[in-house]
């Protein structure tokens, strides 16, 4: 993901800011064309890659000096890859520095949803995924 972020706060212990980033998603495949199986192995097809304009936010807490708090949020789509599509992810990290770089390893939850209707010709498949899980990571500031 790649985007623009603009710092609307920030003081010693927290800042905010509002994020316009650009997402890319893959969809593995095409719908199959029978009807009575919910899922079909289907084939690679470039063309369902999607590009979407996304708008999020973001609040970074520092409660010490080397723990830090972040909570993200985003939301997207209109249409242009997808229908909708919006993240939540929460992170607890803590900060120290590695060859020189001001670095932290996160950890914490995330939620990614996406809605697309995929056509393969024949038939339209609306799709509505939620995909969420823990995060892990290591962050380095340069």
């Known amino acids: 993901m790649s985007g623009i972020e603009f710092l609307l706060h920030r003081n010693p212990l927290a800042e905010s800011g509002l994020v316009l980033p650009s997402g890319w998603h893959s969809v593995p495949g095409t719908p199959g064309r029978q009807r009575h199986h919910a899922f ?14 996304i708008l999020g936010g973001r609040v ?10 972040a ?16 993240q939540l992810k929460g992170v607890a990290g803590y900060s120290f520095r590695i060859f020189g770089l001001d670095s932290s390893v996160i950890a914490g939850y995330r ?3 996406v809605e697309r209707d995929i056509e393969d010709g024949t038939e339209t498949l609306e799709t509505s995924i939620t995909l969420h899980g823990p995060v892990v990571g290591l962050v380095c500031r340069f």
């Open 40 to 53: 079909s192995a289907g084939t690679l097809d470039p063309t369902n890659d999607m590009v979407d304009p």
């Open 60 to 69: 970074l807490l520092w409660p010490t000096e080397r723990i830090q708090l």
């Open 71 to 86: 909570l993200w949020g985003d939301f997207g789509g209109f249409g242009a890859g997808t229908d909708f599509t919006w």
């Open 111 to 113: 939620s990614l949803h």
